[in-house]
């Protein structure tokens, strides 16, 4: 896995990689970058986006690809796992 321009990978990025693996959430794409525009590079992802209340907070987290993140947008119940399903009943 590539890391940040310092050579560093910050905590959550971490947290959520161990947690869930590089892959993304949505389109389970293998991810390898932490930063970047490539179709690899993983962004972390708000499950209910903060604008309507969702916390940064591990429970309300995933990570997906630019294109999925970017695709999702705002939208709530853009997934209907049960992880996502729950993080929505939790803020929404």
């Not at 161990?18 to 708000?46: I, L, N, W």
Request: proline share 2%; hydrophobic share 25%.
């Amino acid at each position: 896995m590539k890391f940040s321009k310092n050579g560093t990978i910050d905590r959550q990025y971490r947290r959520l990689v161990e947690r869930d693996g590089p892959y993304c959430h949505y389109c389970q794409r293998f991810m390898t970058a932490v930063s970047g525009k490539g179709k690899t590079a993983m962004s972390r992802e708000h499950i209910v986006p903060q604008s309507f209340g969702g916390t940064s907070k591990m429970d309300n987290m995933v990570l997906a690809c630019r294109k999925c993140n970017n695709r999702r947008g705002t939208q709530l119940n853009f997934c209907k796992c049960d992880f996502c399903t729950e993080a929505t009943n939790k803020y929404w």
